[in-house]
């Protein structure tokens, strides 16, 4: 069970980040100091109860992202509070944390060491990773030589091992070939089943509808609505199209 | 705060970041971990070379002196610039994936520790080879390098969340670490001051630990109770500062875009 109530998320903008120590000690004395705040979530509040799967739609720059990895427990909500009963896995970019220079393999215990595996269950679970991702003959090859579509294989393979209580993806099960693709979903759905809590922000609204109980719209941080799938993706799609 | 229990915890992740971080500097050749021992072992005859003439006169055991100097500034200077760096070259990982952004950190300063022991053993041959005597005294070495750990560990603390926010800072302290060298007695001896003003050699944290090494490998002598007292207190209180600010500013910099 996921509660998010009143979540708030202030980013800061402006020349600050760019400037360095002295010309910011400058500008600070002189007053000139100019910081601009976007808030990139305002008052966002859902409910998702356990084994439901909660879809979050929006165009670019709504927020999505955002309440992704707040719910992933990366950012800390700048007001609000967030409570989730369980264990989180967080899928968000599958690509960060591989190494180039590293060969597949050793990635494989970077990448699972990151994502708060143990190494007894690296160990255990490394053949079946290489074997889903179908990068057996690659094993010792090093990841930069990789194809783009084989690095997302790998990362798959491996973010997918857990089964965790709540399941936060953005944009994921669209990875690799066809036949990957179809092997992942299945993938994916095995993880969500047996009472997993899921949520998901994907570009694509057939999948939504497909898969979500429940949708979230999201535009310029503000909710736009919650509501059953239909409503609400007939309600975007319609906005989508003005 | 649960030690053991963050160390289990972390303690697979933090083993692959070391790994990652040595594999990447040395090829994952053997050569690359003797160029590690190599490159010290030829600026210290470069050095030795140059100021042996000027300072070797005065100075018994010119060479050991020289190298237990070298081998602490750049421990500390290989250190914190990495740990300054790390978690600005790491975060496009942590805001992604959940995970401390301190591992960084401390993986960092840890494989600059694997470097400085390998220096160590170049530097414990070249004290056989001068037919140092080796006591037990030799022991009480780890005490400077635990201190200096702890100590490293603070001050890069300190500079990765100056340098998330200011980028200018890796100019600065590339200045501040080139005057610190100079403010250390590496290859000069102490006396290059009056005894009145050695005084200013006490402000500098380094002054300890190399002196500290120089006293027990050259003179066989274990330095003063309040010595000991001072380099943990310097370390510990930076430390302090250095989580003090982390914990400040480690979520901070994440909303800055």
Partial sequence: ?242 | MNLVKLYKRYKFVFAELVKRDFKKKYKRSFLGVLWSMLAPLLTMLVMNFIFGNFFGRTQEYYTIYLFSGWLIYQYYNDATNGAMNSLMSNAYIFSKVKVPKYMFLFSRVASSSINFFLTLVVYFVFVIAYKLPITWKFITLLYPVACMFVFICGIGLILSALFVFFKDIQYLYSVFTLALMYATPIFYTVDILEPGQRWIFYLNPLYYYVTYFRSVVIDGVIPALWFHGAMLAVSVLLFAIGCWMYKKYNYKFLYYV
């Avoid at chain 1, 595996?117 to 030589?145: A, N």
């Fill in chain 1, 1 to 242: 069970m996921i509660n998010v109530n009143n979540v708030s998320v202030r980013y800061v903008l402006g020349d600050f980040k760019d400037i360095g120590l002295k010309e910011y000690l400058i500008k600070k004395a002189k007053g000139q100091l100019v910081k601009k705040e976007l808030w990139a979530l305002r008052d966002v509040s859902f409910h998702v109860n356990k084994g439901e799967m909660l879809g979050i739609v929006g165009s670019n720059g709504s927020g999505k992202s955002t309440i992704l990895k707040v719910l992933a427990g990366i950012m800390p909500p700048t007001k609000g509070s967030i409570k989730a009963n369980g264990s989180v896995a967080a899928l968000l970019e599958l690509g960060a944390g591989f190494d180039g220079d590293l060969t597949v393999k050793e990635n494989v215990y970077l990448r699972g060491a990151l994502l708060g595996y143990t190494r007894d269950f690296v160990k255990d679970e490394y053949e079946k990773i290489i074997e889903f991702s179908e990068l057996k003959e690659f094993e010792d090859v090093m990841y930069k030589k990789l194809s783009s579509g084989m690095r997302s294989k790998l990362a798959f393979s491996i973010a997918s091992r857990v089964n965790p209580d709540i399941l936060v993806l953005d944009e994921v099960l669209s990875v690799g070939d066809m036949a990957f693709r179809r092997k992942s979903e299945a993938r994916m759905r095995e993880m969500m089943s047996g009472g997993t809590t899921t949520i998901l922000v994907s570009h694509s609204l057939s999948q939504v509808r497909e898969l979500c109980t429940q949708v979230v719209w999201l535009e310029k941080g503000e909710m736009r609505g919650i509501g059953d799938t239909k409503t609400m993706c007939d309600m975007y799609e319609k906005y989508m199209k003005k």
